[in-house]
Antibody, heavy 120, light 107 residues
């Protein structure tokens, strides 16, 4: 059974930093691209970014709203995906989900999410 | 960025009704379109990928169609467990973008 478990969320002040983690099990993590998607309270889904696999040199993509502030990385030896969030803004408040990307396109497994609240 | 516009914003329907949700892309995306279902407090669930392919385990009352810029998700006979919010997502071009969602409510 595929499981994705996020952690690291919490309350942080504007301008602060936070690092989210996502640990995967039940899949060959190193084979897959992985995404971060967020959802502000009561709002829709917003794609945050993607980490490709080793075959694609671990390259990354980001949404314009987070580019330059957020960094996605992965450690295949730990089956883990990370989201380093710097210069946080109140509008970054959301539940952050990690998701497996199947065939390089479709998000077929999602974690339960971790809540990030940016507030003074 | 490619904008994804869903309509209607919400739909009120009864069990057994046929429901159609539309998603329009601001530029052509071929068949690179995915549909998700999300129930309150739950994680999004993949329903349809590549515009019309049913994800394993998803009931056959769900179907997707379209290509280019116009896509539809159809629920042929609405069931109680189908009341949820539905999102489309384009996977053609970075950044990947979602539609704003369509809430299917009980009439």
């Amino acid at each position: 059974e595929v499981q994705l478990v996020e952690s690291g969320g919490g309350l942080v002040q504007p301008g602060g930093s936070l690092r989210l983690s996502c640990v995967a099990s039940g899949l060959t993590f190193s084979d897959h691209y992985m995404d971060w998607v967020r959802q502000a309270p009561g709002k829709g889904l917003e794609w945050v970014g993607r980490a490709r696999n080793k075959a694609k040199s671990y390259t990354t993509e980001y949404a314009a709203s987070v580019k330059g502030r957020f960094t996605i990385s992965r450690d295949d030896s730990k089956n883990s995906l990370y989201l380093q969030m710097n210069s946080l803004k109140t509008e970054d408040t959301a539940v952050y989900y990690c998701a497996r990307v199947l065939s390089g396109q479709w998000l077929d497994y999602w974690g339960q999410g971790t809540l990030v609240t940016v507030s003074s | 960025d490619i904008q994804m516009t869903q309509s209607p914003y919400s739909v009120s329907a009864s069990v057994g009704d046929r429901v159609t949700i539309t998603c329009r892309a601001s530029q052509g995306i071929s068949s690179s379109l995915v549909w998700f279902q999300q129930k309150p407090g739950k994680v999004p669930k993949l329903l349809i990928y590549a515009a019309s392919r049913l994800q394993s385990g998803v009931p056959s009352r769900f179907s997707g169609s379209g290509s280019g810029t116009d896509f539809t998700l159809t629920i042929s006979s609405l069931q109680p467990e189908d009341f949820a919010t539905y999102y489309c997502q384009q996977t053609s071009t970075y950044p990947v973008t979602f539609g704003g969602g369509t809430k299917v409510e009980i009439k």
